[in-house]
Every structure is written in structure tokens, then in C-alpha cells.
DNA sequence: CGGTTTGTTTTGTCAAGACTGAACACGATG
DNA sequence: CATCGTGTTCAGTCTTGACAAAACAAACCG
């Protein structure tokens, strides 16, 4: 799991930027992991992750194969992870006249973060059906109920003020960027 | 996956709210299978979601034996899983002067919630970090610090909205309920 | 003590799914 | 038309983790 570096860079005393190359260098790298980590929990490939961490720091649109090449996995992997990503509409990808490669660059990302209030509203859901079946029981007024309604006071609550949260933020910076859904 | 019913209690028919019962059970069965596929989106395993669904509609303290039974899981399993959810808040483990077995009751659930605020929160640090490591570099101030302000702002204040629900919920009905952490 | 009840730990099996290499498709290019 | 460049798809491997059965531990009972 552990990537071995090849290249050690020995002739670092030359360059005065060259340690803050180089830290910057392994944060991303860090980032890169901590995004394949953090979307891995969100049920997603890590390598899907990690190109959405490595695309985040590109501020231009990358090739394909740089992809496969920086992020050490096989074109294969590339190839269905992104279009997963595009599909959802994460990242984009963009070609130029006259180039027959693919680009690829993020979209600002909403599309994550919408998957995320669905899933809250499913919760919320679940527990108003559960909710409308207990009512016609007898005594159902109880503790059950109580906890249903926390539940899905909780849920709803949350899944409103991320819309809220995402509404706001649209509204401020969609207009300049290329504003996905 | 589908549980079979071995012992259909046949002898309903006699009572005026049998359909009521029935329905009732059967939205007992839907909501807890949503909630082990709820609690498996967030990586626990499934049989620790349909336990909290379980005790969520239980009132009162449920028996070790009665759990693994009315799931038609092993003992093992249930063991495995209580133990899991205790050690993370969300149930708790009764017991009774003069009964050697074990209960367990829900835990007024803010446990779980507050797994998803740490990883609220673990995603914005993550986002932080990257931003410090970028700053000392020249022009980075462009695309790419602007999506980390983005990242950052988003999980930030979605974090805190999320301990204000939790907190103001709290406050609530903290006081009644045992209220744990 | 032997045997029972209750819960835990260990061991093995099984399934899901991530990832890869290899075969493939298909347009471009000499 | 043969070949190369580029991306996709397929088939196989490998890892991970959930789950169960069985062995185990410990408290209780006769």
C-alpha cells in the first residue's frame, strides 16, 4: 500500500526553493491519501478519491495518462474511475482541437456533497414511515415515538441547513466559476 | 439475505387488531433493515445497524439471547456487535439484581452523530493543512487556494451547524432522557 | 465437584469489490 | 492497409471484512 520512491532527488543543496518544493511535495501527496481515505468512507473506490484530492491542485486540466503516471495506478483503474466521477458529475473532462487525449479537471463539487443530503433525507424518511406505522397502535405515544421524532428532527434539520450551506456558497462563488449543478 | 418466518404465530386471527399488528410488524422489519443499510453506508457492520433499528423501537431493555434470536443472527455476532456499539456510546448494557443475563437499550443516539462531525471536521483539517503547506509558494494565491477556501468554509460550517442541532437537541430533552455524551 | 447458563474469542468460510494486465475497439497517420 | 496512440472492457487475483460454528471462560447451581 506503501509507495516506494525510485527517485530520491539527492541534489536538493542547489535549489534555495527546493525544501519547500519538497514539503510541498509530500503534503500533496498527503492531501492526495487523505482524499482517497475520506471518499473510501463515502463508499467510493480510493482511487476515486485520490483523483478528486489530485485534481483539487491541479489548476489546470490534466492528461490522462498523467494521472495514471502520477498517481502510480493502472490506466484501467483511470479509465473507470473517472468516468465514474463524471457520471456523477465530480469532474469533467475536457479535450482540446487538434489533441486526441482526454483532460480531466474538477468540477467545483458539488456533486459529493448532494449525495450527502440524500442521504440524510433517506434516513429522514425511514424513521416518518416507521413513524406513520406506529400511530394507529394503542399507547404508541410512548418512547418509541419520542426517539422517532428526535431522529427524525435530527436528520431533517440536517439535511436543510446543508442545503442551506451549499445554497449560500453557490450563490457566491457560482457565478465566476463554471457553476455545476 | 431474507429472513424466513418459522414460527408465523397462526393464532392472531382471534384478536380485532391483528391486521394493525401485522403491518406494524412488517414496518418493524423495513425500518430495521433500513437502518442496517444505513449504518453500513458508514462503515459499520450490518448487523450493528439492524440492532440499533431494533432497540430504537424497543421501550424497554432487550435481552443478549432475544436479540440474536429476533434477528436470526449467532450469539456471536450479537456479542461481536454490542460490544462494538457500546464501546462507541450508542447502546448501553443494563443489567438486572439477581439475573445474570445481559440487556440492552439505546443510548439516546448521539454517538453515531458525532462520528459524522469528527469526519466534518477531519476533512476541513485536511483541507487546512494542504492550504498552509501552499501559502509560502509564489502565486498561490490563485484556483487552487480558492477551492481549499472552499473545501474548508463547506465542511466548517457544516460541522457547525451540525453540533448546533446536536447541541439544541440536547438541551431539549437531555434533561428527561439518561443523556449520555 | 459435574453440569448449566450466559457471553466471549477464535478459526474458518464466504462474498464483495478494488485493482490490474491483457485483450479489445477504433480513429488517426504514415 | 499496417501500425500507433488512446481509452475501454473483460477476466482474474487479491484483500477485506462480515458472519457463523465451535471451543472456551466464568459464574452459578445441585
Chains 1, 2 share one sequence.
Do not use: C
Not at 501527496?29 to 468512507?41: D, N, S, T, Y
Not at 482511487?47 to 498523467?66: E, K, W, Y
Amino acid at each position: 500500500m506503501t509507495v516506494s520512491e525510485p527517485t530520491p532527488l539527492p541534489d536538493r543543496s542547489a535549489e534555495p526553493t527546493a525544501a519547500a518544493d519538497l514539503s510541498l511535495h509530500a503534503a500533496e501527496e498527503r492531501f492526495i491519501e487523505a482524499m482517497g481515505l475520506m471518499h473510501e468512507e463515502d463508499r467510493l473506490p480510493r482511487i476515486a478519491g485520490r483523483l478528486v484530492g489530485l485534481l483539487i491542485l491541479s489548476p489546470d486540466p490534466v492528461r490522462f495518462d498523467h494521472l495514471a503516471e502520477r498517481l502510480r495506478v493502472s490506466r484501467a483503474s483511470i479509465s473507470t474511475n473517472t468516468r465514474l466521477l463524471e457520471n456523477m458529475g465530480v469532474i469533467q473532462r475536457v479535450t482540446r482541437p487538434g489533441d486526441r487525449r482526454d483532460y480531466f479537471q474538477i468540477n467545483q463539487e458539488p456533486g459529493l456533497l448532494l449525495r450527502i443530503v440524500d442521504r440524510f433525507r433517506a434516513r429522514q424518511a425511514s424513521a416518518e414511515e416507521m413513524k406513520q406505522a406506529l400511530l394507529p397502535e394503542p399507547g404508541a405515544g410512548g418512547i418509541v415515538a419520542e426517539r422517532l421524532d428526535w431522529f427524525i428532527r435530527f436528520y431533517s434539520t440536517l439535511a436543510d441547513s446543508l442545503n442551506s450551506v451549499l445554497a449560500a456558497m453557490a450563490s457566491r462563488d457560482g457565478n465566476s466559476r463554471p457553476g455545476p449543478a
